[in-house]
């Protein structure tokens, strides 16, 4: 199952362990979905971890966005015409067209209306870990 991942996902899977983002991020961990990027959302992954207020560790960082892009599927994303709230966050809806994910899992589904999801499932951590165990 591809999914596209949106980085308020990943900075809550690693700032607290055992939440539904957590669960998230060992899904992809352990290769049981695989995500969609393109070289712009691995950007922002990379801006948003190596923040001094998380002080995550670098070399970390760099080895978990090292298996990310090996173990996910690159996309070449077109542009869409749909207008977000965020700007930023039109990347996720574009890679996941052009990528045909199922999913594209976020913490603020209201970045992401209704009108402006472009056939995308837009699911919370926890929606997409209740549809996973159903096989969905």
């Known amino acids: 199952m591809k999914i ?13 362990p055992n939440g539904p983002p957590a669960a998230v991020l060992r899904a992809l961990l352990t ?8 070289e712009r959302i691995i950007s922002e992954y990379r801006d948003v971890l190596t923040r001094t207020k998380f002080s995550f560790d ?4 760099e080895e978990l966005i090292g298996f ?9 994303a077109s542009p869409l015409a749909v207008k977000l ?3 930023w966050d039109q990347m996720f809806i574009e890679v996941a067209v052009s990528s045909n994910a199922g999913f594209l899992v976020t913490g603020n589904l209201k970045h992401f209306p209704e009108t402006a999801r ?9 929606a997409f870990l209740d549809l996973l165990l159903e096989g969905q």
């Open 4 to 16: 596209v991942l949106d980085t308020n996902v990943l900075v809550s899977g690693i700032l607290s």
């Open 58 to 61: 670098l070399d970390l960082v």
């Open 68 to 76: 990310l892009e090996a173990a996910g599927s690159p996309t070449l």
């Open 31 to 38: 290769e049981r979905v695989t995500l969609c990027f393109d």
């Open 85 to 87: 709230p965020d700007p």
């Open 118 to 126: 472009a056939g995308i499932r837009v699911v919370s951590p926890r």
